[in-house]
């Protein structure tokens, strides 16, 4: 079985074993797919052929068949998700609650209402140093003015509160929408199938199972983001 193993490896040039080596025994390494994936139309057809012949030299150095496909063989899938990656795309981390809190800060609206907020507190704890003996003076008003200046305070309070209240339900609000629409999306990508060939049969596996040398089955509108 060894001795056929290294026939079979022997038959290929000594440039394009290195390759396989290079690409865990496949003719074709991660970055010469994506370089080719980058191309379209002639200029794709064009460098087909100047690197693996034709299409068929292509299937042959992925280890495929244009007409059977791959096997259900669970090694030798997970070998090629383990050379080449899965087709899927992770996610980007959540955002916590407090940074969508810290983005919902940064309103301009409310960037103003914070410094409003803080000027009016300010100035109800500030006591010009004359303003006491004035106080006392007027014995009429005295009573009045205290009362107003202990109360001060109560309207840049207001404004900090209705800033909070504001913040806080904008940021549950994106919150809520982030949580849903993950959701969405993860039942949309484990309900998706898509048509390949594997043992000559047509079968619907999940988008996220498709590997390199599956022979896929295109329809109209389904060519975006296959492999």
């Known amino acids: 079985m060894g001795e056929m193993a290294n026939s079979a490896v022997d038959f290929y040039p000594k440039n394009q074993r290195r390759e396989m080596n290079h690409?865990?025994?496949?003719?074709?390494?991660l970055s010469e797919l994506r370089s080719l994936m980058e191309l379209r139309g002639p200029e794709a057809l064009q460098k087909v052929q100047e690197s693996y012949t034709d299409v068929n030299g292509l299937c042959r150095r992925l280890k495929t068949s244009p007409t059977e496909g791959l096997s259900d063989n669970a090694a030798d899938l997970e070998?090629?998700?383990?050379i080449y990656g899965q087709n899927f795309i992770p996610p980007k981390k959540p955002k916590t609650f407090l940074q969508l809190v810290w983005e919902a800060?940064?309103?301009?609206?409310?960037?103003?209402?914070e410094i409003a907020a803080i000027i009016s507190?300010?100035?109800?704890?500030?006591?010009?140093?004359?303003?006491?003996?004035?106080?006392?003076?007027?014995?009429?008003?005295?009573a009045e003015d205290e009362g107003e200046s202990e109360a001060g305070?109560?309207?840049?309070?207001?404004?900090?509160l209705s800033v909070i209240c504001v913040v806080l339900v904008t940021a549950f609000n994106d919150w809520s929408k982030e949580k849903q629409f993950r959701g969405l999306q993860s039942r949309i990508e484990q309900e998706q199938k898509f048509t390949v060939i594997?043992?000559?049969?047509?079968?619907?596996?999940?988008?996220?199972?498709?590997?390199?040398?599956d022979i896929a089955q295109i329809k109209y509108g389904e060519s975006e983001g296959r492999r």
Not at 23 to 29: H, I, L, S
Not at 105 to 113: A, P
Not at 121 to 142: D, H, I, K, R, T
Not at 153 to 160: H, K, P, R, T
Request: with cysteine; net charge negative.
């Open 198 to 213: 594997r043992n000559g049969q047509q079968v619907q596996i999940p988008v996220a199972e498709l590997v390199v040398g």
């Open 121 to 142: 507190l300010g100035l109800s704890f500030y006591a010009p140093p004359g303003e006491e003996s004035e106080v006392c003076g007027n014995v009429s008003g005295g």
């Open 79 to 82: 070998k090629r998700r383990q």
């Open 105 to 113: 800060l940064q309103d301009v609206t409310l960037i103003i209402l």
């Open 153 to 160: 305070w109560i309207e840049g309070a207001a404004i900090l």
């Open 23 to 29: 690409a865990g025994g496949f003719g074709c390494t």
